[in-house]
């Protein structure tokens, strides 16, 4: 009956990274659906981007105790792969805990054996402090509700899938605990003491279960075992669901990152050319084009998902839900409508809803819905003040601002849906060149002044 553990095995962890990897390859074509935009130079400064602030994390320390917390349990996530690792190769081949006896018994090796032990160790320690910051976030949440966790577009669905992920967190750490101390409470049963150096479980855990009948603990130990190696596995197909999506593209998000300058916004060069034409007093405004000059965009600004840049729809992907651009929106603290995290929640929503439309229907179907207006309203894109404030504070720099700019283009230059005191403004810069009422002769006036 050996062989069908192994075999369990195979079926579940090929079934979980099969629909994963189908999941992830949906993802990547939605993200493929956005405009193309080339962000691939100064790959040396997007290499210290990403480093800097995906694998070390630079921003999220702007809030220290959130970001300790947050580092005991991305760094417990790093490390456990490694006992991940010894489960996947026990899994496949049916041994326990082949790499320590390979190590102490096969290579005969006080290093390496050593270095499993030092390992483990340090997992067992991780684990502990994750556990700690997991109670912590969940406090956060449900007890102590943070405001930025409790906004209106966490209700429902984003406040479960964290709370889920948490709970999760739990159970596997409680699993590697069952497993270790189990394992190690059979040893000194059988031996009368563990072949094992683990800090936590060797002296602690194991010790405090070895009163425990054997058949007990060899059900402790298997439920561990397969209760981590599920747990994991269940993760790796939640994964493409849920905000965790993070953890991995938080890395491609930061290095894919728009390198210009903060607070420069990005110029339609359809309308840049308009607007010289009215600068330049020689200019013809009835002369064609020159051949080979590019025509005018089909679209000004975007309405729906495929007209944003696919960085704009990979943001939209890589967002964590943490609310922190939320947070520091002026018009958000002044009770307007508008929150960042939101834009961001509802242009991936629009994306996964084009994404099955593509996969139900296929690619030409029309469901007669959109971004703007159907998830983002007006109310919200007029009360930004393009302050970037949301962009400054993203731990994975994020630019939510920009999916905004994008929708009022459209919202104004397509639908010409604007109040009358932006139209105002706007025929005030088309006749005057200033955003003031008064003829372009006089707007020098002012220096006549001075001496
Ligand atoms: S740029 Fe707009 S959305 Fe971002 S923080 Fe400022 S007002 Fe809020
Ligand atoms: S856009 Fe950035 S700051 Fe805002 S919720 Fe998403 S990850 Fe957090």
Same mark, same amino acid.
């Given at each position: 009956?050996?062989?069908?553990?192994?075999?369990?095995?195979?079926?579940?962890?090929?079934?979980?990274?099969?629909?994963?990897?189908?999941?992830?390859?949906?993802?990547?074509?939605?993200?493929?659906? +956005?405009?193309?935009?080339?962000?691939?130079?100064?790959?040396?400064?997007?290499?210290?981007?990403?480093?800097?602030?995906?694998?070390?994390?630079?921003?999220?320390?702007?809030?220290?105790?959130?970001?300790?917390?947050?580092?005991?349990?991305?760094?417990?996530?790093?490390?456990?792969?490694?006992?991940?690792?010894?489960? @996947?190769?026990?899994?496949?081949? +049916?041994?326990?805990?082949?790499?320590?006896?390979?190590?102490?018994?096969?290579?005969?090796?006080?290093?390496?054996?050593?270095?499993?032990?030092?390992?483990?160790?340090?997992?067992?320690?991780?684990?502990?402090?994750?556990?700690?910051?997991?109670?912590? @976030?969940?406090?956060?949440?449900?007890?102590?509700?943070?405001?930025?966790?409790?906004?209106?577009?966490?209700?429902?669905?984003?406040?479960?899938?964290?709370?889920?992920?948490?709970?999760?967190?739990?159970?596997?750490?409680?699993?590697?605990?069952?497993?270790?101390?189990?394992?190690?409470a059979l040893q000194i049963q059988k031996t009368g003491?563990?072949?094992?150096?683990?800090?936590?479980?060797?002296?602690?855990?194991?010790?405090?279960?070895a009163?425990?009948?054997e058949?007990?603990l060899?059900?402790?130990?298997?439920?561990?075992?397969?209760?981590?190696?599920?747990?994991?596995?269940?993760?790796?197909?939640?994964?493409?669901?849920?905000?965790?999506?993070?953890?991995?593209?938080?890395?491609?998000?930061?290095?894919?990152?728009?390198?210009?300058?903060?607070?420069?916004?990005?110029?339609?060069?359809?309308?840049?050319?308009?607007?010289?034409?009215?600068?330049?007093?020689?200019?013809?405004?009835?002369?064609?084009?020159?051949?080979?000059?590019?025509?005018?965009?089909?679209?000004?600004?975007?309405?729906?998902?495929?007209?944003?840049?696919?960085?704009?729809?990979?943001?939209?992907?890589?967002?964590?839900?943490?609310?922190?651009?939320?947070?520091?929106?002026?018009?958000?603290?002044?009770?307007?409508?508008?929150?960042?995290?939101?834009?961001?929640?509802?242009?991936?929503?629009?994306?996964?809803?084009?994404?099955?439309?593509?996969?139900?229907?296929?690619?030409? @179907?029309?469901?007669?819905?959109?971004?703007?207006?159907?998830?983002?309203?007006?109310?919200?894109?007029?009360?930004?003040?393009?302050?970037?404030?949301?962009?400054?504070?993203?731990?994975?720099?994020?630019?939510?601002?920009?999916?905004?700019?994008?929708?009022?283009?459209?919202?104004?230059?397509?639908?010409?849906?604007?109040?009358?005191?932006?139209?105002?403004?706007?025929?005030?810069?088309?006749?005057?060149?200033?955003?003031?009422?008064?003829?372009?002769?006089?707007?020098?006036?002012?220096?006549?002044?001075?001496?």
């Amino acid at each position: 009956m050996a062989f069908i553990s192994p075999i369990v095995f195979a079926i579940v962890t090929i079934a979980a990274f099969a629909f994963a990897f189908k999941k992830g390859k949906e993802i990547y074509r939605n993200i493929n659906l +956005g405009q193309s935009e080339d962000l691939t130079d100064q790959p040396g400064t997007r290499l210290k981007n990403m480093l800097l602030i995906a694998l070390g994390q630079k921003k999220m320390f702007r809030l220290t105790l959130a970001a300790i917390m947050h580092l005991f349990v991305y760094v417990a996530f790093l490390v456990t792969q490694i006992e991940l690792l010894e489960i @996947f190769i026990d899994g496949f081949t +049916g041994q326990h805990r082949l790499l320590f006896y390979l190590f102490r018994d096969t290579l005969d090796s006080g290093f390496l054996t050593g270095l499993y032990n030092f390992t483990i160790s340090f997992i067992e320690v991780l684990s502990i402090l994750a556990l700690v910051a997991t109670f912590v @976030f969940l406090a956060r949440r449900n007890l102590l509700k943070v405001p930025r966790f409790v906004k209106s577009e966490m209700n429902g669905w984003p406040k479960l899938d964290a709370n889920i992920i948490l709970i999760a967190e739990i159970w596997l750490v409680t699993c590697i605990f069952m497993m270790n101390g189990a394992d190690v409470a059979l040893q000194i049963q059988k031996t009368g003491s563990s072949p094992y150096g683990f800090l936590l479980s060797g002296n602690i855990v194991g010790p405090a279960l070895a009163g425990l009948g054997e058949g007990t603990l060899i059900v402790m130990e298997r439920f561990g075992w397969w209760g981590h190696i599920l747990g994991v596995l269940g993760f790796i197909v939640y994964l493409p669901f849920s905000k965790h999506l993070h953890i991995m593209l938080a890395f491609p998000n930061t290095y894919f990152g728009r390198l210009k300058p903060r607070g420069e916004i990005y110029n339609m060069p359809a309308i840049t050319k308009e607007i010289k034409a009215m600068m330049d007093p020689n200019a013809d405004p009835y002369a064609a084009p020159p051949e080979g000059a590019d025509a005018a965009p089909a679209k000004f600004g975007a309405k729906d998902v495929q007209d944003l840049s696919w960085k704009n729809l990979l943001d939209a992907y890589s967002c964590t839900e943490c609310g922190r651009c939320t947070d520091a929106c002026p018009a958000n603290q002044t009770g307007k409508l508008l929150s960042p995290r939101k834009i961001m929640m509802d242009t991936r929503d629009r994306l996964a809803e084009v994404g099955k439309n593509i996969d139900q229907h296929g690619p030409d @179907f029309v469901d007669n819905k959109q971004l703007l207006g159907d998830y983002i309203t007006v109310e919200e894109l007029r009360a930004c003040t393009t302050c970037q404030a949301c962009v400054q504070e993203c731990p994975i720099n994020i630019d939510p601002l920009d999916i905004i700019v994008q929708l009022r283009r459209a919202l104004i230059m397509e639908d010409s849906n604007s109040p009358e005191e932006w139209n105002l403004m706007f025929s005030n810069i088309e006749n005057n060149a200033a955003p003031w009422q008064y003829s372009q002769q006089d707007r020098e006036k002012w220096v006549n002044d001075l001496n």
